[in-house]
């Protein structure tokens, strides 16, 4: 079934037909609408709750909130800019798709949930962050704040010193109070010209996961921006993690660095490794970190904004290659997988034909893992950010990439209009797979997430995207999807969601 979901007091008169169905429904903020059509014979669109007012850039997280045995599933909302919000970060029963709880925010909520239980109720809990230095923590079971970054800080340094927050990641307890502590990048002042090389610096900066305090910021080496999120190499102590940060952004050039943790708890990343710089762009999609060459240490593998693939060897910090998409400008993660045979390591790359901010259609790119010679390059749909995951949908031993995908049409008269699908990209057979037709509106830049929701082996797949089918980038009608397939889970799913199934940039 279809659910439509809008906030108290801030729902506009879209159209007479909208109005007269809200007249119809509950005047509470979460209402209900038609059931869907029948699904065809391979999958099962099971719910869809629709957001009116709202659009996303967050990708979808999971976890059993409501200790169903389903898990249910965390997203981030917002309006454009500096709008402040009541429906902010939504919580939605995986069974049904109904709203569990909701939070305000001052701003967008665009980046994705980190979950580590903070209230010690075996209930995984939520930060996440977003625009205007928004960085939040709730109950997982009732959605009730835990603590803000902004309790913590004069409110007069919100847009002057801090400013997004990107995904963040727990460390080791540094504190001896049992929790985990939070390292979070912040940076990127939306208000600058887009060739303005005078930007605030970006950090980054460690929390205490119990209230959000500030344990320790350092800025960025080069003083550059940053729009990154971080990503950490595996490690139980503090001494044995590296982390890859980065710099820059569409217009203004950048640098990618890897440093060691304790780095940032000292304060200081002026010894931190510059991996690679770049003069007229920069560096945005988290890096993975994966065992490329076999030596038992991952390897880093990164895309630049201006359409190099980078990979750098773990133990080194040497580059083991370098790969243009020539005319594309990349700002998705990459998916390492064995795409084309069993047991060796391929790159696929997601980037977009043109120059911010006129892109048209996604270049699919396929990469030797070994010698960076592309393997494959072909365009499927238009364009779009979200990024690549990895799943072997035929039990077959290779993988194959699930992405969402927009598609533009014209009509007689030449006025655009966008629909979005989910499909299953298989190099051995040389085949693409629509998992459900397409739908009206168009995905900026939600990843979906895939997994099994309730226990019974079958692949699950939630979704977002925009409905409004005239524009590419709408922030006033959304929706999450659950797609029930029939597709059966044979080997556990490493790269299930943005950053990984572990929301971690590596396996």
């Given at each position: ?224 921006e940053t729009y990154y999120s971080v990503t950490l190499s595996s490690g139980e102590n503090t001494k044995d993690i590296e982390l890859t ?151 077959d031993g290779t993988e194959e990439i699930l992405l969402s995908v927009n598609k533009e049409e014209a009509d007689e008269a030449g006025k ?15 085949q693409n797979t629509a998992l459900i037709p397409f739908l009206p509106g168009h995905n900026n830049s939600s990843t979906p997430w895939i ?57």
């Amino acid at each position: 079934m279809i659910k439509i979901y809008t906030e108290k007091c801030h729902t506009k008169f879209l159209n007479l037909i909208l109005v007269f169905v809200l007249i119809l429904m509950s005047s509470c903020e979460h209402r209900r609408a038609n059931t869907l059509d029948e699904p065809d014979s391979n999958s099962n669109l099971t719910w869809a709750s629709a957001f009116p007012n709202l659009g996303t850039h967050s990708s979808p997280r999971t976890a059993d909130l409501n200790q169903d045995g389903v898990l249910d599933i965390i997203v981030g909302m917002g309006r454009l800019e500096f709008q402040p919000i009541d429906t902010a970060i939504v919580a939605l029963d995986g069974k049904t798709g109904d709203v569990l709880w909701n939070r305000p925010a001052i701003d967008q909520i665009f980046g994705s949930a980190l979950l580590m239980d903070i209230t010690g109720d075996d209930i995984e809990d939520i930060i996440i962050g977003g625009r205007s230095a928004t960085l939040q923590a709730m109950d997982g079971a009732t959605g009730a704040l835990i603590w803000e970054f902004s309790q913590h800080i004069d409110k007069s340094l919100i847009q002057v010193k801090y400013f997004n927050f990107y995904n963040p990641q727990s460390i080791p307890d540094q504190n001896n109070d049992g929790i985990p502590e939070i390292l979070v990048s912040n940076g990127g002042d939306v208000r600058k010209a887009p060739y303005d090389e005078d930007r605030p610096v970006g950090r980054l900066i460690i929390l205490d996961g119990s209230n959000g305090k500030i344990i320790q910021e350092a800025e960025m080496p080069d003083g550059k921006e940053t729009y990154y999120s971080v990503t950490l190499s595996s490690g139980e102590n503090t001494k044995d993690i590296e982390l890859t940060f980065g710099t820059g952004g569409e217009t203004v050039s950048g640098s990618l660095y890897v440093c060691r943790l304790q780095d940032v708890l000292d304060g200081d990343l002026s010894n931190s490794t510059q991996l690679v710089s770049r003069r007229a762009k920069g560096f945005i999609a988290p890096s993975v970190w994966v065992d490329l060459n076999g030596d038992g240490i991952a390897d880093i593998v990164a895309n630049s904004v201006d359409g190099n693939v980078f990979a750098f060897d773990g133990q080194s910090k040497k580059e083991l290659w370098q790969t243009n998409i020539y005319g594309a400008e990349i700002y998705t993660m990459p998916a390492v997988g064995h795409f084309l045979e069993e047991g060796k390591l391929d790159v696929f790359v997601v980037g977009n034909s043109g120059v911010w901010p006129s892109f048209f259609e996604n270049k699919n790119v396929l990469i030797d893992g070994q010698t960076g010679e592309i393997k494959f390059n072909e365009p499927l749909g238009n364009f779009q950010t979200s990024s690549p995951l990895i799943v072997d949908a035929d039990g077959d031993g290779t993988e194959e990439i699930l992405l969402s995908v927009n598609k533009e049409e014209a009509d007689e008269a030449g006025k655009k209009f966008f629909s979005n699908s989910v499909f299953l990209i298989d190099f051995t057979e040389n085949q693409n797979t629509a998992l459900i037709p397409f739908l009206p509106g168009h995905n900026n830049s939600s990843t979906p997430w895939i997994g099994d929701l309730d226990g019974d082996r079958m692949l699950d797949i939630v979704f977002c995207h925009s409905t409004n089918s005239a524009r590419t980038y709408a922030f006033d009608d959304m929706q999450v999807n659950l797609l029930k397939t029939k597709i059966p889970i044979t080997q556990p799913i490493t790269w299930g969601a943005y950053m990984g199934s572990r929301y971690m940039g590596r396996e």
